[in-house]
């Protein structure tokens, strides 16, 4: 049973261009959760999704920071017009039940640096 | 709000046995994780505790919470180079989505 992927591993934009980080949960798990490590920090949620819904986006930036999980296909967490301060690792993460339950499983992270 | 406080070193002599601290704000956490990151890669869960418990062991890992003052630890007998990474306490709501993390206890292994 695969665990959580997450594509690509590493990612360098140029400032102002888009940057899209995709994540395929664990076969099974119907919901999603984007978390942000900035350098030498812990991990800061950003948003819950189920599939074609947002149920918790309150720690997602306001501007430029976007997250689906439509009905077929993995994950996207879209950032556009990136500056220097998006540069970070962000984590995906996925568990089989409702938000109450305890479990959730990380993938490896997608490291994206701005230059 | 709610807060995940821990120290940021910690530095140890192989064989000993190492203690990481940490406290936490939210009296309705009803779950307390420990994860481990070595450099350059994603968080491994090591172990959890929940709120009703004060201890649990598996093999060199034990976790005690102390649930009156907030402060939940994490010892590893006989520390291996292996052991090296950064450890995470977190703590997470029944009623929310989100995990809270602290920043981080980076352990360092002395020969």
């Known amino acids: 049973n695969a665990g959580v992927m997450q594509n690509p591993r590493h990612l360098v934009r140029r400032r102002g261009q888009e940057a899209r980080l995709r994540c395929s949960p664990m076969k099974g798990h119907s919901h999603v959760y984007w978390y942000r490590q900035l350098p030498e920090e812990g991990l800061k949620f950003m948003v819950y999704?189920?599939?074609?819904?947002?149920?918790?986006e309150s720690g997602m930036p306001k501007e430029r920071f976007s997250a689906e999980f439509p009905k077929e296909g993995p994950s996207i967490l879209r950032i556009q017009q990136v500056v220097r301060g998006d540069s970070a690792a962000y984590f995906c993460a996925s568990s089989p039940l409702a938000a109450s339950s305890y479990e959730q499983y990380f993938g490896p992270g997608t490291r994206l640096t701005v230059t | 709000g709610e807060d995940v406080e821990q120290s940021l070193f910690l530095s140890v002599r192989e064989g000993d046995s190492s203690v990481i601290n940490c406290t936490y704000t939210d009296s309705s956490s009803t779950y307390l994780y420990w994860y481990k990151q070595e450099p350059g890669a994603g968080l491994q869960l090591l172990t959890y505790i929940f709120s009703n418990m004060d201890m649990k062991q598996d093999q060199r890992l034990t976790v005690l919470l102390n649930k009156k003052d907030k402060h939940l630890s994490l010892r590893i007998a006989d520390t291996q180079t292996g052991d090296s990474a950064i450890y995470f306490c977190?703590?997470?709501?029944?009623?929310?989505?989100?995990?809270?993390f602290g920043s981080g206890t980076r352990l360092s292994i002395r020969p």
């Open positions: 999704l189920q599939k074609e819904n947002i149920i918790d």
């Open positions: 977190a703590e997470k709501d029944s009623s929310a989505s989100k995990i809270i």
